[in-house]
């Protein structure tokens, strides 16, 4: 399960290895879960936010199919490009 969530093996060997020290490591192991908890909301944000873009473009040629023509009243302004590139700045 812990490598399904995008865990490392790193971070895997360390909560098997805290996990093997008992009730003195649950502050530790307690702390690893918020923090891939909170990795994954990020995951799910940026996932929404790349479903947006498709969404756009989905609808861009859907109205561009039923013109039969580019001239879309869908323009750059309408596209989510500042979520895009916040993205890429966080991940950079």
Do not use: H
Request: aromatic share 10%; proline share 1%; charged share 30%.
């Amino acid at each position: 399960m812990l490598k399904k969530t995008g865990m490392s093996l790193v971070k895997i060997r360390e909560f098997i290895k805290w996990a093997e020290e008992g009730d003195s490591s649950l502050e530790q192991r307690y702390q690893m879960f918020v923090e891939r908890r909170e990795a994954i909301d990020q995951q799910i944000n940026d996932l929404l936010t790349y479903r947006e873009c498709i969404d756009f473009k989905c609808n861009y040629y859907k109205n561009t199919l039923a013109q039969g023509s580019e001239s879309s009243s869908l323009t750059l302004e309408d596209f989510p490009l500042n979520k895009i590139i916040a993205i890429n700045n966080k991940e950079a």
